[in-house]
């Protein structure tokens, strides 16, 4: 018979150091790893119940978390995990319950989050992955908030699943951008998709924003460099060929300016061959 229920002679193995559940047919709470007092790699995408703070009971072993809520969220806040001495990887992306902000990882405090190297955080934690500003202002706000973790931590922004670095977005309703008289046909018209995230070269620190495609280049903005960089470096970071469309502008436009922008570019070649085989 199928798995349809819970388990408890599942989590009765003393020396049990790794757990991965994918079955969404069994149901269990975090407080049942009570039982695995050796577990060091637990993930489960489905059927976990309970709060994050109930993981504090393999807190001096687990060094992998890595949980998806499926149908039945789980709660909590990130941070409740921050004193884990071994934790080296925490992926929360999935759990759409849980709350915080990164900007509560203190720069200053070798007790939170010791030796992670990589985090996944989803977008309703404030600074998890696409998590949404409505404000340009919002979001030179977030970098400013961020920048002394992301000098000290840089690993906590990069994402190694999507092999990308850390991202936020704009919420494509923001008043900065939206069309006042929208087409109400013409959804690509309407919503347009602005992210934004450091970038790094050398040890000099910027952040940039950025449109996001799915199926044609990113077209990227200048860069804010939050550090000094000599015209070489600088160069190197202008927008040109396939993502010379914005180059001169720093921060998505009005909706006015934008569509003066569309009108007036003179795609090239590739570009025109890219759009065709659409």
């Not at 819970?6 to 009570?34: G, H, N, T, V």
């Not at 949404?132 to 979001?139: G, N, Q, S």
């Not at 001169?248 to 007036?264: F, I, K, Q």
């Amino acid at each position: 018979a199928p798995f349809n229920g819970q388990y408890p002679s599942l989590f009765s193995f003393s020396r049990l150091e790794k757990l991965s559940i994918i079955c969404s047919r069994i149901k269990f709470d975090l407080e049942m790893l009570a039982q695995l007092p050796s577990l060091k790699d637990f993930q489960s995408e489905f059927g976990v119940t309970g709060s994050l703070g109930s993981l504090s009971v393999c807190k001096n072993t687990l060094e992998t978390i890595v949980i998806g809520d499926g149908e039945v969220p789980i709660s909590g806040n990130f941070m409740e995990l921050a004193n884990f001495p071994r934790l080296k990887k925490l992926d929360l992306l999935r759990a759409k319950e849980i709350s915080g902000n990164l900007c509560d990882i203190d720069v200053d405090n070798e007790n939170h989050f010791p030796v992670l190297e990589s985090l996944r955080l989803p977008s309703q934690v404030i600074g998890g992955l696409w998590y949404e500003v409505m404000r340009v202002a919002d979001a030179k706000q977030l970098i400013k908030d961020l920048t002394p973790l992301r000098r000290k931590r840089p690993e906590l922004f990069q994402d190694d699943a999507f092999h990308l670095q850390l991202y936020w977005k704009l919420s494509q309703t923001s008043p900065d951008v939206i069309n006042p008289n929208p087409d109400p046909w013409d959804f690509g018209d309407q919503y347009r998709t602005f992210g934004f995230y450091f970038v790094q070269d050398g040890s000099s620190l910027g952040w940039r924003w950025e449109e996001k495609y799915d199926y044609t280049p990113d077209h990227p903005f200048e860069v804010h460099w939050l550090d000094p960089v000599c015209d070489e470096v600088a160069s190197k970071w202008v927008p040109s060929g396939l993502g010379r469309f914005f180059k001169g502008y720093y921060e998505p436009p009005p909706y006015n300016v934008l569509s003066r922008l569309a009108r007036n570019y003179v795609p090239c070649a590739e570009e025109l061959e890219i759009w065709e085989n659409l």
